[in-house]
């Protein structure tokens, strides 16, 4: 069956340090994968997609990498500051036809002063 | 834009009534998706519509559930008659095209059964 894994135990992190956070699927051919924020009470927001012919991927103090041998995505957040305590979630296509996304677990992230 | 608009922002009724969450996505968007989010099996499909005809139901639990999308502007979920287990928070998530490479979600609506 179709399953994607993220670390469910919260990662608790120092402020200014590299947080990395850890997406794994089976049984997906995924045309690309895309990383979701969310925050208490709110629905997640979109931060990235990467695509299968893409290794990495950045923007502002965010990597996202993409080993589809591996069937593993990391997020990487640089320089991380109490504001990017959230439940990060990642998400691949279902169908195969990149129209239903489903959704891991999520990692929530806390970033001590 | 004001973003995809859901209603009301909590619900509490009683089991056995009927429940009504409402959508509006965001203009232009022509895929809509509901969600649905609890701590034990986090965030699961129920629907998805693209030009406002359903295109993927296997989500939807039990008959119980219904979704409509009569217009681009608006989609409803309708649980009936609800039961303690749908306690959860619902999502609805509009996108700009079918290729669904970005999901814009609403605040959700927090259904408690009692």
């Known amino acids: 069956s179709q399953k994607i894994e993220q670390n469910s135990e919260a990662l608790n992190i120092q402020e200014g340090k590299t947080a990395t956070l850890t997406c794994n699927y089976t049984?997906?051919?995924?045309?690309?994968l895309q990383w979701y924020r969310q925050d208490p009470g709110r629905g997640p927001v979109f931060l990235l997609l990467?695509?299968?012919?893409?290794k990495e991927k950045r923007k502002e103090r965010l990597k996202v990498t993409f080993d589809t041998t591996l069937k593993q995505s990391l997020f990487h957040i640089t320089a991380s500051q109490p504001a990017d305590s959230a439940t990060y979630l990642c998400?691949?296509?279902?169908?195969?036809?990149?129209?239903?996304?489903?959704f891991g677990g999520g990692t929530r992230l806390m970033v001590k002063p | 834009d004001a973003g995809v608009i859901q209603s009301p922002r909590h619900e509490v009724t009683e089991m056995g009534q009927e429940v009504t969450l409402r959508c509006k996505p965001i203009?232009?968007?022509?895929?809509l998706f509901w969600y649905r989010q609890t701590m034990m099996r986090g965030l699961e499909l129920l629907i998805y519509?693209?030009?406002?005809?359903?295109?993927?139901d296997s989500g939807m639990p039990e008959d119980r559930f219904s979704a409509k999308m009569p217009n681009a502007s608006f989609s409803t979920l309708k649980i009936q008659p609800s039961e303690p287990r749908d306690s959860a928070v619902y999502f609805c998530?509009?996108?700009?095209?079918?290729?669904?490479?970005?999901?814009?979600f609403g605040s959700g609506t927090q259904l408690s059964v009692l």
């Open positions: 998530a509009s996108s700009q095209d079918s290729s669904n490479e970005k999901l814009f």
């Open positions: 049984n997906y051919s995924p045309a690309y």
């Open positions: 990467i695509r299968e012919n893409e």
């Open positions: 998400a691949l296509d279902r169908s195969g036809a990149g129209n239903m996304l489903t």
């Open positions: 203009s232009g968007h022509n895929s």
């Open positions: 519509f693209n030009n406002n005809v359903p295109i993927d």
